[in-house]
């Protein structure tokens, strides 16, 4: 199935509640996010635009609007695609493209898309919350192109890193990302055989997912892998939809990260700077899942 444009913002459900990971955003209902220029369809490239405010005033340390979505169907597996020609930028920031279960953590969580601040390449990542065992084997490098960061996918409230790995292209992610034109990011869930992740760069992107024809076997090394001889995929991994949001500050590009980032200020402090914003939005020419 594939979400063009219009289907982005019609069939997508607008999360509205409290941000669960703290960030400094008020997510907005779709009549109010589309009165609001945070959510619409750019009918010049047909491109779906989700964005952060950047024109008002919020206090520092206050909420600014934004856009979090969650696609109307739920995936046991199956090859999930979004190509982007923008994604969010700007310190504070933290955009993603996910998907996630029921009752987390126990369904599970997977982070296609994820970084922070001003991070330069892309971070994948799993969250478990089973006793059965979900780890990446460090013994398999070989299998993908990435960097491992952690290895134990097994997550809590109170301890929720996951296993990641870090993509090794800087055109993965934030400023890299949009300078090289975008780009197109792939899950394949594989039960029998593990979650594979790539990332093209726009100029790299292989002719059959231009066709919309995509061949996950011709697309060489992924940037991740993550075996089923070392993760349960099934029990772990269930009833997921997908979601695309960005948040600001919050547990993770708050804090510690943000001091250490290189960032000016603090992160409460940039919320007030609006103009820091403009640029805090994703273009997405369309979002995909073959199965």
């Known amino acids: 199935m594939e979400y063009n444009t219009q289907e982005a913002t019609s069939d997508w459900t607008f999360f509205t509640g409290s941000d669960p990971t703290g960030g400094n955003v008020n997510y907005q209902d779709q009549s109010d996010a589309e009165s609001e ?14 964005a952060v405010d950047s024109t008002s005033t919020v206090a520092a340390g206050g909420n600014r609007n934004a856009v979090r979505i969650t696609s109307p169907n739920s995936y046991n597996g199956g090859l999930f695609v979004m190509d982007a020609v923008k994604m969010p930028v700007g310190c504070s920031t933290w955009p993603s493209f996910w ?9 599970g969580e997977i982070d296609i898309v994820e970084g922070i601040n001003d991070q330069t390449r892309n971070q994948m990542t799993l969250h478990s919350g089973t006793s059965n065992a979900c780890t990446i084997d460090t013994d398999d490098s070989y299998q993908y192109t990435g960097s491992v960061i952690s290895t ?18 800087t055109t993965s992610f934030a400023y890299g990302f949009n300078n090289a034109g975008g780009g197109v990011f792939a899950l394949l869930w594989d039960s029998s055989t593990g979650m594979s992740m790539w990332h093209f760069a726009r100029s790299n992107i292989p002719a059959d997912l231009t066709s ?19 993760c349960d995929i099934s029990d772990n991994f269930y009833n997921h939809q997908m979601v695309i949001d960005t ?7 708050g804090g510690s990260a943000y001091a250490s980032s290189g960032c000016p200020g603090t992160c409460t402090d940039m919320v007030a700077n609006a103009s820091n914003y403009v640029d805090a939005k994703w273009v997405i020419n369309y979002v995909a899942v073959y199965q």
């Open 37 to 50: 220029g945070l959510a619409y369809v750019d009918y010049s490239d047909d491109t779906t635009v989700l």
């Open 99 to 107: 998907t996630v279960g029921p009752n987390w953590p126990y369904g």
């Open 152 to 169: 134990n996918c097994y997550s809590t409230e109170d301890s929720d890193s996951g296993c990641t790995v870090m993509d090794s292209s």
């Open 212 to 230: 919309r024809r995509p061949t996950p076997s011709n697309w060489g090394t992924p940037s991740g892998f993550w075996s089923a001889d070392t």
């Open 247 to 253: 948040t600001i500050c919050g547990n993770w590009a």
